[in-house]
Nanobody, 120 residues
Framework: QVQLVESGGGLVQAGGSLRLSCAAS????????MGWYRQAPGKQRELVAG???????YYADFVKGRFTISRDNAKNTVYLQMNSLKPEDTDVYYC??????????????WGQGTQVTVSS
């Protein structure tokens, strides 16, 4: 089984920074597209940032250049550096990965979610 384990969320004051990490483990042949999503209660999950296997990145307008997504393929880990945080960034953030496994077909996996709370 492939698992994505998230860490790095927490409570931070406006203007502060957090660094989210998502480590993949299991029978992984390759990690393809990876991304970070957010979801508030009663709302749809939406893309925050994504990164391709080639390292190409893209971001939601809400990020406004404040966040940076990166990946370390040797560690099977994707990161989201969150700077200049605003109270509006408060949400649950989910890691997502498209995984090619040794023991199954390519499919999408999700992390458990990590809470990010920004106080004013």
């Amino acid at each position: 089984q492939v698992q994505l384990v998230e860490s790095g969320g927490g409570l931070v004051q406006a203007g502060g920074s957090l660094r989210l990490s998502c480590a993949a483990s299991g029978f992984i042949f390759s990690l393809n597209h990876m991304g970070w999503y957010r979801q508030a209660p009663g709302k749809q999950r939406e893309l925050v940032a994504g990164i391709t296997s080639a390292g190409n990145t893209y971001y939601a307008d809400f990020v406004k250049g404040r966040f940076t997504i990166s990946r370390d393929n040797a560690k099977n880990t994707v990161y989201l550096q969150m700077n200049s945080l605003k109270p509006e960034d408060t949400d649950v953030y989910y890691c997502n990965a498209l995984v090619t496994s040794y023991v199954g077909p390519t499919r999408r996996f999700w992390g458990q979610g990590t809470q990010v709370t920004v106080s004013s």
